[in-house]
């Protein structure tokens, strides 16, 4: 029961949410940049980001246009880094979500540029003008807050930190904490960002011991959500994954897997799983029960 | 006189601007990734941009940590672009500010990352956190403000798009009016923003009028200043410009000069320098010295 309502709060998150991305990632700009960001970011992905948002500003009870917003600003800025992170000069990967990636479609300079002007693009989002009533659908302060949260979790001390370890740790021998301090950064961080935007929707009701408890879950979903893919890169198929699987083997790239073996990595990823819970319960919001099913999702996901 | 306190305050903003952008673009990131932007942005450069964004603040006498934080925001996002843009999938440029250009020294893997890196860095200096007694350097909803504006100037209406252009440019016929909404979105964008970042710091004394004619005035200063660098291009070496002249021309790229000739290139730089000294006496705003001689220097310069 509770499983099948969860399939059905996902599907109509999910319709918001690409309905509203359709709305904001135009066709209607210059040169075709505009038909290079549509296919970079709509109809295709998991959309987990968004459905953190959406799940932790419902979980206080927020659930308008801000939340749909951020929702929506946070994909962004992971699908331009999946057209970077794809580009021969980074990890040079031809499939992504089951189609050629940007690059192999578009060319590298649209793709660069698409990318450069998607994350342009989750700011504008997230800052409207005042509409004709001289009312705003993100309250100024609250626009300061998601814009805040999200340029850290994608700079340097976030994912484009994370990706810059991973780029100078290839062939290189990493221990475990480094592993971790890669991933917290690289996936981590705006996995964590999202549920942080979503409750910061809930706007002043939250208190700091459920601020820190929805944290402490995002960090931990943020890490079982990496140690699972490197379990899924190297027990799945290209065609299951929708991307190159085994390639961070390939290219001697240190994953979970490499680091603490595939039995090891399944206990990491059910002990993240159980912290994820345990913050959950230690957090005083009360519709937590989308969160609780997402992390679940994330640890028992097959592709 | 006029001109030789003109250099001294040019002097004193671009040793503020230098030495906030040293504390702000921190060497102590990740994997070397902060050593990559430090060379992409410190120590070169005309900050054009910043020197706008003070002395449209200072016109309206406001010039505190919020003035320096945006003038420091829209460098960094100048700066990333010229990185992303000097990369072999688009220009193809080695040299810039008199230097190998990043991604000539660091690769392309580093240069695109530490772009990316560096637009994330530029929101995030926009949006500070509260200090430890509570106040914040850059009220709330003026982050909103500054963010807003930013990112629309850098995206697919500015910026971004004008790349796209540009790069779907190459080759064909371009007239007056398509050539000058590319410039408008490609360099116009940023430097009309940074004028309406500055009087935004302004707060709420600035009435629409003076609004109105400050962003006239940046309008027609960013379109001169393209002009002018299409003038330079042909007639000055890349000795003089630290960057490689005569790009445009050997790429068969559009430019002022090609479609209106030397002479009338140069008259329309004066025409726009009139229109942009014109706006600033519809304003209202005190101070506007410093915008005018900003002005006399973007249609005077030899660089």
Known sequence: ????SFESWMDSQLARVECKLDELVCANVPAGLGEVMRYGVLDGGKRLRPLLVLAAAQALRAD????????????LIHAYSLIHDDMPCMDNDVLRRGKPTVHVKYGEAQAMLAGDAMQALAFEVLTPDEDAGGGNPV???L???LCSLLARASGVQGMAGGQAIDLASVGQPLDEASLQD?????TGALLQASVQMGAACGGVGLDSVSWDALTEYGAALGLAFQVVDDILDVTQGSDVLGKTAGKDADQNKPTYVSVLGLDGARRRADALHQRARAALERSEVADRHWLVMLADRVVERQS
């Open 1 to 4: 029961m509770m499983r099948k």
């Open 143 to 145: 626009q300061a807050r």
């Open 64 to 75: 308008g246009e801000a939340a749909l917003r951020a929702a929506c600003a946070v994909e």
């Open 182 to 186: 890669m991933h917290r950064r690289k």
């Open 139 to 141: 309250a100024p302060p």
